[in-house]
């Protein structure tokens, strides 16, 4: 069983930075995808980043956000530069055992409880 632990959430004001951490326990196998998905108020949860066989981002995080990851750690990082408002949002970690996860929710099994990120505008 893996379990999912997030950190390094916050409150920042527009165009600041966090750098959000995800530790897991359990088996992580380095063909698994790694990743992170954020939800909004009255929103769906949505997809932001992740780490496999290659590193992918959504669209409006891309060139402002970096993920990286430690497999002798089991840890996954988002480092998050140039936050907006819109930014603000639960971000969860999510592992996939699936080596071609893409950025559908439904690929990943694993879920962490997720961490809080609010940017002031």
């Known amino acids: 069983q893996v379990q999912l632990a997030e950190s390094g959430g916050g409150l920042v004001q527009t165009g600041g930075s966090l750098r959000l951490s995800c530790a897991a326990s359990g088996h992580i196998d380095s063909t698994y995808v790694m990743g992170w998905f954020r939800q909004a108020p009255g929103n769906d949860r949505e997809f932001v980043a992740a780490s496999g066989r290659r590193i992918f981002y959504a669209e409006d995080v891309q060139g402002r956000f970096t993920i990286s990851r430690d497999n002798a750690k089991n840890t996954v990082f988002l480092h998050m530069n140039s936050l907006i408002p819109d930014d603000s949002a639960i971000y969860y970690c999510?592992?996939?055992?699936?080596?071609?996860?893409?950025?559908?929710?439904?690929?990943?099994?694993?879920w962490g409880q997720g961490t809080q990120v609010s940017v002031s505008s």
């Open positions: 999510a592992v996939s055992r699936s080596p071609s996860a893409s950025t559908d929710v439904g690929d990943y099994t694993y």
